[in-house]
């Protein structure tokens, strides 16, 4: 039978396992990125494994998520991770050079090879035909070292595109629609593999928008083929050398087929504050907006980029309307900058921020209270802007810019004549804010640079015969990676230091959680379904490993969290049925008797509730290596043991 292109790129890169649904798989990673909000921890975590030099084809450290440097905690990460960088043999990219993701499509990306990063949103890289996933530092870390990365052999999905968008609407529209049609679940557990037709009208920014924002359907990834278009994009690269033609076989085997008609698309928006919660422009009228935000690692390529400034062209900005610029990359910039487009957009009145994730991330920027905010970024979970209250749409490009000008949420529909913007034959290249790393000679003279922010990664315990704690925290369904362990310009500088951050550890479901884990000793955190969905933090699971959280216990879980609480030796359980979820209430005494037991053999795990005196069973969502991890008490423990 033949195979799809995940399955041609998992087949040759597999080390362990069976590639058959539900089975664990191991991998063997091509290249590995990181960013500096989880980077600072797995480069820690990568010392400690005592590799001296990354045995990855490639591996890029990226400052693009902190860089406020407000006090200077950020600038000692940075100066850390660029030390770390030299000495292990990876490239390193200057703050001010561009969003992670971006920058990699552009510089490194190779079609066909895998890529993990320390982002949630690394399967941007499926735009050009890479097999991309997000991952928790450790796992990075160990992969930078050789070891395999392992997940769950998805399910595959074929999303078959057929027709061609019509002006005015673009692929944030497509990836909104297939939101609106899926859920923030609806990708769990699936490869989003997009083919037909229509996959030839897409330029390589807008396919990698796509893939970029499959990260909120819950997907393992998403992946596009590696065509004409591919190659045409590498060349204009100056990377033409490393094309490979991907494309499925005649007679794939998918699981699920997905139809979608691009020329059937609207433009779209997904409504406070959810990414599905999708509507069209058309239908939500004109909102009344305070503040339009475009770029982030989804739409701030030279395409996206340039369609903006010739919106705005010769027009000014709403009034009551502040409209942000934050271009992906330094490339895009100076670009926009040498043909005039970024004139246009600074004569229109746009504030113009640096390269960076800035107010994704709630790195300034944050909107008025109760402010209406269109965002052409992936996620508006509540909060995440740094407004509790806020008010946040995401919308395409093209859809922010009008409504900037206008003051309301506008159809770009509306604006008339059509400019196609053809990609550049060939972009500006100018690599002077990639450092490469010192060569293998000289590692030995490079010094890391630990400033005080810097502290180490928590000691871990192996698994004790059995657990008695509280149920310290009961929370609902799709609790984000934000509200575990949230982040925002405040919070972001303590990602190197885990005592530090811990203090803001699920505050904003509950501001005592904390103090009370600091009191009770930790707990076991009962919890709903889509547990930890969002981003790829690992932590949202170290920060409740510092206070003494042993277990989760919920519904159902996100991929990667799932993945983070296993690395950092806690237990994700998961109720056998649904409904004893209802039966536990906050501060019940909960016993897991028989732990490390179970685990051992593999059977379901027993919990009693002792306030209530009854007893639940629940399943303890761990592969066979993964359940030798949680013994040892985490990945890092374990990836030491089996080095012994
Ligand atoms: C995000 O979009 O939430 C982030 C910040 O890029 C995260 C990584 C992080 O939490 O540092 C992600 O998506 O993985
Ligand atoms: Fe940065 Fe936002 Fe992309 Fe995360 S989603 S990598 S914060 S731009």
Same mark, same amino acid.
């Given at each position: %039978?033949?195979? *799809?292109i ?16 539900g ?21 820690l975590?990568f010392?400690a %494994? ?16 902190? *860089? ?6 950020n ?27 971006q ?17 949630s ?8 035909? !890479? ?24 399910k595959? @999905?074929k999303?078959?595109?057929?027709g061609?968008? #019509?002006p005015?609407v673009?692929?944030?529209?497509v990836i ?12 769990v ?17 807008e396919?990698?928008t796509?893939?970029? @924002?499959?990260t ?49 698309l ?5 409504? /406070?504050h959810?990414?599905?919660?999708v ?9 009344h907006?305070?503040?339009?935000c475009?770029?982030?690692? *989804? ?5 996206? !980029? ?51 994730c800035?107010p994704?991330?709630? @790195?300034?920027?944050?909107?008025? #209270?109760?402010?209406?905010s ?22 395409? =490009?093209?859809?922010?810019?009008? #409504?900037?000008l ?13 400019e196609?913007i /053809?990609? =550049? ?23 890391i ?6 502290k =180490? ?7 004790p015969? #059995?657990?008695e704690?509280k149920?310290?925290?009961k ?9 575990? @362990? =949230? ?11 885990i005592p ?6 699920f505050?904003?479901?509950?501001p ?6 600091? &009191? ?9 379904s889509?547990?930890g ?11 409740? +490993?510092?206070?003494?959280? &042993? ?5 159902s ?15 994700p ?9 209802? &039966? ?7 016993s +897991? /008797? ?7 053999a593999?059977t379901?795990v027993t !919990?009693?509730?002792k306030?209530?005196?009854i007893?639940i069973? +629940?399943t303890?969502?761990l592969?066979?290596?993964?359940r030798?991890m ?8 374990y ?6």
């Open positions: %039978m033949g195979r *799809t995940a399955e041609k790129i998992i087949a040759a890169h597999l080390v362990s396992g069976e590639m058959k649904t089975e664990d798989i191991g991998l063997r990673i091509d290249q590995t990125l990181t960013q500096d909000a989880t980077g600072t921890m797995a480069y975590e010392e %494994m005592g590799v001296p030099r990354v045995k990855t084809e490639r591996s890029v450290a990226y400052i693009d998520h902190n *860089t406020l440097q407000s006090g200077f905690e600038a000692d990460d940075h100066k850390f991770i660029q030390s770390v960088a030299k000495k292990h043999g990876i490239y390193f990219s200057k703050p001010g050079n561009g969003i992670c993701h920058l990699h499509l552009e510089r490194f990306g190779i079609p066909g090879k895998t890529l993990i990063g320390s982002d949103h690394t399967p941007t890289g499926g735009g050009i035909g !890479m097999l991309a996933f997000g991952a928790g530092g450790l796992d990075v870390a160990v992969a930078m070292g050789g070891g395999e990365y392992h997940i769950t052999m998805p595959m @999905m999303v078959n595109l057929t061609k968008l #019509s005015w673009s692929a944030k529209d909104l629609e297939v939101l609106r049609r899926l859920s923030v679940k609806g990708g557990g699936r490869i989003l593999e997009y083919a037909g037709e229509g996959v030839k009208t897409l330029s390589v920014p396919r990698a796509i893939t970029n @924002m499959g909120e359907l819950g997907a393992t990834t998403s992946i596009f083929p590696s065509d004409e278009i591919t190659k045409a994009f590498l060349e204009a690269q100056g990377r033409g050398g490393c094309w490979v033609e991907l494309q499925a076989d005649e007679d794939a085997h998918y699981d699920e087929v997905l139809d979608l008609d691009l020329s059937s609207v433009p779209l928006a997904a409504c /406070p959810s990414p599905d919660a509507k069209t422009v058309e239908e939500l009228g004109p909102i907006i305070d503040q339009c475009i770029g982030s690692c *989804t739409n701030s390529s030279y395409l996206d !980029m340039m369609r903006v400034a010739s919106i705005l062209k010769g027009k000014t900005v709403h009034p009551d309307v502040d409209l942000t610029i934050g271009c992906g990359s330094k490339q895009v910039y100076n670009m926009l900058a040498l043909n005039g487009a970024l004139a246009d957009i600074i004569a229109a009145g746009a504030r113009v921020l640096e390269c960076t800035g994704c991330i709630g @790195m300034g920027q944050s909107p008025r #209270s109760g402010g209406v269109l965002r052409t970024f992936n996620r508006n979970f509540e909060g995440r802007s740094g407004t509790a209250d806020g008010q946040v749409y995401l919308v395409s =490009p093209e859809t922010a810019a009008a #409504s900037a206008a003051g309301v949420l506008t159809d770009p529909r509306t604006l008339g004549d059509y196609t /053809p990609l =550049p034959e060939q972009f500006l290249l100018n690599d002077n804010m990639i450092l490469p790393p010192a060569p293998e000679s000289e590692m030995d003279l490079v010094e640079q630990r400033g005080p922010n810097i =180490p990664f928590p000691t871990t315990q192996p698994l015969e #059995s657990i704690k149920a310290i925290l929370v609902g369904d799709n609790i984000t990676t934000d509200h575990i @362990m =949230p982040a925002g310009s405040k919070i972001l500088p303590f990602r190197s230091n530090k951050i811990s203090q803001f550890c505050t904003v479901c509950d005592d959680f904390p103090a009370r884990c600091q &009191k009770e000793g930790g707990g076991i955190i009962i919890g709903g889509n547990y969905q969002g981003s790829s933090r690992e932590h949202a699971a170290l920060a409740p +490993l510092y206070l003494g959280v &042993k277990a989760v216990a919920a519904k879980y996100a991929r990667i969290h799932c993945a983070n609480l296993a690395n950092a030796g806690l237990i359980l998961q109720f056998n049925v649904e409904a004893d979820y209802d &039966k536990i209430d906050q501060m019940d005494d909960l +897991l /008797p028989h732990i490390r037991q179970e685990l051992e593999g379901d !919990m009693i509730d306030t209530k005196g007893t069973r +629940l303890a969502l592969s066979q290596r993964q030798a949680v013994l040892a008490g985490g990945l890092l423990n990836t030491k043991e089996s080095a012994r």
